[in-house]
């Protein structure tokens, strides 16, 4: 487990960059999932509210998109230390074993 201060992976998305092209590279690219948890418990997948059966679904479609993909976890500081650990261990048990976990710098 990573713990982030930015996610530069997602920074791309955030900023609206327009990234320079270039004729070398696999042009695959690194597939990101974006996993929130707020406050009340409610995942979230790259900002939609997801079911616990819908965060597997998103894990293995971007598994089998992209057998590197990673996930960046995030969670409100005011929700439930379990809700935390249960977001990841369905992105591990789903097959994701690459994610970090996003944190803000005080």
Do not use: C, H
Request: cysteine-free; aromatic content about 2%.
């Amino acid at each position: 487990v990573i713990f982030m201060v930015t996610a530069p992976l997602i920074a791309k998305d955030i900023l609206n960059l327009n990234l320079p092209k270039t004729e070398s590279g696999d042009g695959k690219g690194m597939t990101t999932l974006g996993v929130a948890v707020n406050r009340d418990g409610q995942i979230l997948v790259n900002g939609t509210p997801a079911s616990e059966d819908g965060l597997r679904s998103e894990v293995k479609r971007a598994l089998s998109e992209n057998p590197q993909a990673q996930a960046i976890i995030s969670a409100d500081v005011e929700t439930n230390y379990g809700n935390v650990v249960r977001a990841i261990d369905i992105v591990r048990s789903s097959g994701l074993s690459r994610f970090a976990i996003q944190v803000e710098r005080k």
